[in-house]
């Protein structure tokens, strides 16, 4: 059955500098792959979706790149900020099953 | 106007009961989701649905059975509840659109708190 994995359970990094989250994936090859960002307490909100075809995706400060070979995607959050603090989560196309979410904590 | 919305938000019972939790999305998607998210937060899906018709159905208890009444309503019956039931439950909706052949962008309801005591 398909695994998706997210690097790890929590990520700290300081303000400004770049965070990137990584979502590898087992038994699978998936058309697209989506990001969502969590806050305590609220339903996942969509960030980014990246189709296999694709190499790299913008949006603002938010860069996602996906690599077929490797089946792995990353998420980079440039010039970071304490409000970028949640959990990001990975979803896998139609399936929609979410990796475990990485926990991203920004300090000032 | 709130995209997809979920009742109660909260709900606390004694086990052996059962319960509904009702969502609603205004969308127009045809595609419904329910999730579990526990105390370790792991968000996972239990059941999708497209147009009303059954397309996922994870390896979750015959206690568990989701209706639907018309694509904008997926709600969730669940009959005698048990401690481990407790964790907040999740609806979604996305929309395959035309031409490309695939589910994108899910919007979640607020979640629903289901403490079992």
């Known amino acids: 059955s398909q695994k998706i994995e997210q690097n790890s359970e929590a990520l700290n990094i300081q303000e400004g500098k770049t965070a990137t989250l990584t979502c590898n994936y087992t038994?699978?090859?998936?058309?697209?792959l989506q990001w969502y960002r969590q806050d305590p307490g609220r339903g996942p909100v969509f960030l980014l979706l990246?189709?296999?075809?694709?190499k790299e995706k913008r949006k603002e400060r938010l860069k996602v790149t996906f690599d077929t070979t490797l089946k792995q995607s990353l998420f980079h959050i440039t010039a970071s900020q304490p409000a970028d603090s949640a959990t990001y989560l990975c979803?896998?196309?139609?399936?929609?099953?979410f990796g475990a979410g990485t926990r991203l904590t920004v300090k000032p | 106007d709130t995209a997809v919305s979920q009742t109660p938000k909260y709900l606390v019972t004694q086990m052996g009961n059962d319960k509904s939790i009702k969502c609603e999305q205004n969308?127009?998607?045809?595609?419904m989701y329910w999730y579990k998210q526990d105390s370790k937060k792991f968000l996972k899906i239990m059941f999708s649905?497209?147009?009303?018709?059954?397309?996922i159905n994870e390896t979750v208890p015959n206690r568990f059975s989701p209706k639907s009444p018309d694509k904008a309503h997926l709600n969730l019956h669940i009959n005698s509840l048990e401690l481990g039931d407790s964790a907040v439950y999740f609806c979604?909706?996305?929309?395959?659109?035309?031409?490309?052949?695939?589910?994108?962008?899910?919007?979640f309801g607020q979640g629903t708190r289901l403490t079992v005591v």
């Open positions: 979604a909706s996305s929309q395959v659109y035309p031409g490309q052949g695939y589910n994108t962008e899910a919007f």
């Open positions: 038994n699978y090859s998936p058309a697209y």
């Open positions: 990246i189709r296999e075809n694709e």
């Open positions: 979803a896998l196309d139609d399936d929609m099953r």
């Open positions: 969308l127009g998607h045809d595609t």
């Open positions: 649905y497209n147009n009303k018709e059954l397309i």
